[in-house]
């Protein structure tokens, strides 16, 4: 069975600190990996998919972006955090042409101070 | 642009009742859709799907409907128990595309 883990849980960082956020599968090859943030009160954010090593797309222009070191590995960073980039961040894997469902993780919870 | 709503931001049912959730989309495109409930602090759990060529699909105390002609479809429990109480999202996909487009999601309460 596939699992989907993410480190760390909770993280407290100030304005202008780096950010990196670690997310990686088992238990499946070639996955299509996705990063969301849900902001307080709100829905779901795309902000960054992959279909492959390398391959990254953006859904949103902001302060972050990511990268796809290995085939299950997905990685999330900032160079300088804001105060807007607070929130609940979760990664999500789902298989390659389908079907459709996503699998999350159990999400890092991101407070810039 | 929003294209997947879901307008009523919150639900209160009593327990053994039927709960009803819905959600409308924009998107003819669509022919995948989904539910997934929420704890808090949690990750999104997948809960049901149904595909364009379906109008239902059943697991258990979860029924899916979908209604393609009025671009709508709804989330029924029965019967609905304490521990459903969570944030119940839906979300649709376009053939070819690997992404999902979530609605803001709707806070179930169900009480004793």
């Known amino acids: 069975s596939q699992t989907i883990h993410q480190w760390p849980a909770t993280l407290v960082q100030p304005v202008g600190s780096p950010l990196s956020l670690e997310c990686t599968v088992e238990g499946t090859s070639n996955p299509n990996l996705y990063w969301y943030r849900q902001a307080a009160g709100r829905g779901l954010q795309l902000l960054f998919y992959s279909v492959g090593i390398g391959q990254i797309s953006s859904e949103v222009p902001q302060n972050l972006s990511a990268s796809r070191p290995q085939d299950r590995q997905f990685i999330l960073s900032s160079k300088k955090l804001l105060l807007s980039d607070s929130g609940f961040y979760l990664c999500?894997?789902?298989?390659?042409?389908?079907?459709?469902?996503?699998?999350f993780g159990p999400g890092t919870r991101l407070t810039v101070t | 642009d929003q294209q997947v709503k879901q307008n009523s931001p919150s639900l209160s049912v009593q327990e053994g009742r039927i709960s009803i959730l819905n959600c409308d989309y924009t998107?003819?495109?669509?022919?995948?859709f989904l539910w997934y409930k929420k704890y808090p602090a949690e990750g999104p759990t997948f809960l049901i799907s149904i595909s364009s060529i379906k109008d239902k699909n059943e697991d258990g105390r979860f029924t899916v409907f979908l209604n393609k002609s009025a671009k709508h479809l709804s989330l029924h429990i029965v019967p609905s128990q304490p521990g459903d109480s969570a944030v119940y999202f839906c979300a649709a996909s376009a053939i070819g595309y690997s992404t999902l487009t979530f609605g803001k999601g709707t806070m179930l309460l169900v009480s004793p």
């Open positions: 998107n003819s495109m669509f022919d995948y």
């Open positions: 999500a894997w789902s298989f390659t042409g389908g079907p459709y469902e996503q699998y």
